[in-house]
């Protein structure tokens, strides 16, 4: 069977929202996904996953690797192990699809597809632009536009939406119905207030909803206060397969714009999603599941994909009440949009 790389060499989020193109190519290929270390502990867990690379890029990874020879090589090797027959390159519109294309053609793939604004010479086979998807498309939808126009269109039978292979039993889980909240995000302006999640805790517990706080371990203490007294911290507590596992038994998940929104969705979790507008929620929502976003998405840093706010007071999400969430979590909760697993 034909051997086809896919890349998406990005974060943890960008990887769950290219599996529906994963799963288009897998349908009539091999599909080897290559990511970066940020998205690769997600990889496996993809449905069409049939071998995983893992490679840090200069051009896409931030904070970016040097961009040496040395490191260059090491992607050399890792293509001429992986002897794929084409290449199909997932990239979002702030990045270049180019410097990947050079190397996979310096390394003899003789058919690749990319979106590429800018003039591809003899570096792609097939070009997609913005005028074939625009660039306000969900990131989903870019994806799979981009696989179709390789040959690998969405099967009939597939719903095009991101999901993941069951994981394990978590030790973590409760049993019963719980909610979970993760404070955390990748950068300050995305991170709703602790203080407001603290709150937050406070009131579902009053209103009789178990609540487990999940973070990474860099995230501890930030769990810790938030969880408080009257939540369940597991900050640090579990590695992302044991997080799936968690966000797969919870009623709903209260989270930033930040990969554990998207993972809960491609488990089918209802997500309550506390959205900075840095960068658009109709291009980056989580997809998956039934989604509330909350933010003002026309606060003056809207698009401007800046990581620390550069408005006093963080008012796009501070101005986000924790009443707010309640209601916004129990509407979830009363629409039983997801049955807990047993």
Known sequence: MKRVL????????????????????????????????????VATMLPGVAEHLVWDSPWIANPAPEATPR???????????????????????????????????????????????????????????????PWDLHEVDRALGIAAAAGFPRPADDDGLPALLPQPRSSLRPSGEYVVVHPGADAPARTWPAEHAARLVSLLAAEGFRVVVTGNDAERGLTAAVAGSRGIDAGGATDLRGLVDLLA????????????????????????????????????????????????????????????????????LAGVTPGEVLRAVERLVSHNTKAVPV
């Open 6 to 41: 896919v890349a998406r060499l990005d974060s943890l989020g960008d990887v769950v929202l290219s599996g529906p193109a994963v799963r288009a190519v897998a349908a009539k290929a091999e599909a080897v996904l290559l990511t970066g270390p940020r998205g690769a502990a």
């Open 71 to 133: 490191h260059v090589r090491r992607l050399e090797r890792l293509l001429d192990h992986a002897r794929v027959d084409e290449a199909v390159i997932l990239t979002s519109f702030h990045q270049s699809a180019l410097p990947l294309a050079l190397e996979l053609r310096l390394c003899g793939v003789p058919r690749i597809t990319a979106l590429s604004e800018d003039y591809p010479g003899s570096l792609l086979d097939v070009r997609v632009t913005s005028g074939d998807l």
């Open 249 to 316: 038994g919870a009623s709903v998940v209260v989270a930033g714009n930040t990969g554990p929104a998207h993972l809960a969705a491609a488990v089918r979790t209802p997500v309550v999603s506390l959205f900075s507008p840095v960068v658009s929620a109709r291009t980056w929502a989580p997809r998956g599941s039934e989604v509330v976003v909350l933010g003002d998405q026309s606060a003056a840093c809207a698009g401007s994909r800046a990581r620390t706010c550069p408005l006093p007071g963080h008012p796009c």
